[in-house]
């Protein structure tokens, strides 16, 4: 699993990027980032969601490339 952090908006935008695509697998992984991000109370000014190794790879990685977002550097 990968932990992320992000503010409210930036999980948007990965959210709405996703859609934008609208390749089935990435509107799946849409709709679970908004459930998760709605279920997490609004008191904190970022978000921390673990992701499954699926779901890092193929939508968060290219959500971030596609808003140009840098990628974290690689852990060796």
Not at 36 to 58: C, E, G, K, N, Q
Request: aromatic share 8%; no cysteine; proline share 7%.
């Amino acid at each position: 699993m990968h932990a992320i952090t992000l503010v409210w908006e930036d999980w948007r935008a990965v959210i709405d990027a996703l859609r934008v695509k609208g390749l089935a697998y990435m509107l799946q992984h849409a709709d679970h980032l908004e459930r998760t991000l709605d279920a997490t109370p609004t008191d904190h000014p970022t978000v921390r969601m673990s992701l499954s190794d699926d779901l890092y790879l193929r939508s968060f990685t290219w959500a971030r490339l596609r808003l140009g977002i840098p990628l974290p550097p690689l852990a060796r």
